[in-house]
């Protein structure tokens, strides 16, 4: 930023060709020669003084640009330290969340162990569970007792055909696997007949049976989503009242204990005079007598 006024250029000029002409005809007048030098002089002073307004103005434009910088330098830090404020706060929040969960997730372990406690005590001390009716107890890992227990094909009177014998062979050794506790294989032989015999009469005891091993392995959402395929693709099927009870057994293993009550209220209603409807009228006191927290 260093330049001439160009005023003050046309006074070096002039200044020279003066003293060019001095020089050439008038510098032995000594009232001229004076004249140029004081010409000169007030030149030069001219200039220094120039030179020195441009120092200062320099000077003024390097501390605009420091003071520029320096506030964006605050803004910069202002913005930061704004929205170091606002990650604090959603960790903050995010902690309260996660304990809210571990709450929530605490409090449906203890309602469960709860009223698991309170069914099995209840159930001891009533009626013993029915064992010619097709029940059995089979208290797997915390599940209730008064599982109903497959049941066997349903028989017929026609002749029975290769293809239906092999039908038969593959739901008997589903069943027989869950009759032996061995639920994980009763699921895959239960999936794999359901998916080889689409029009087999045993689809529905299959589904059943699909929905308890799924029940057994605690797999419970999954357990109702099978028997509720039963309710509505089998409406007319004996193992309804069964596939209710499995679903209120799921609905209660989830801590979902409105549910399960709505759910034995309407096996009741429906079945009332079915095998499975005694142990679910003992579920249904049983819970019933439960306060929830």
Known sequence: MRFLVPGLQALVVIGGLVAGSAHAGLFSDDEARDKVNKLQQSVEAQNQANQATLSKLDKRLSDIEALVKGQGMLELLSQLEQLKQELSKVKGDLEVASHDVDLTQQRQRDLYADTDARLRKLEESGQA???????????????????????????????????????????????????????????????????????????????YGLGFAQFSLKNYKAAISTQQKLLAQYPDSAKLPDALFNIANSQIQLADIGAAKVTLRELLARYPNSEVAPAAKRRLTALDAIKTR
């Open 129 to 207: 569970a029915q064992s010619a009716g097709g029940f059995v107890a089979v208290p797997v890992d915390g599940q209730p007792a008064d599982a109903p227990a497959s049941s066997a094909p349903p028989t017929t009177n026609t002749p029975v055909s290769a293809e239906r014998a092999d039908e038969l062979k593959a739901y008997e050794a589903a069943q027989g696997l869950a009759n032996a506790g061995r639920h994980r294989e009763a699921f895959d032989a239960y999936d794999k007949f359901l998916q080889t015999y689409p029009s087999s009469p045993y689809r529905a005891d299959a589904y």
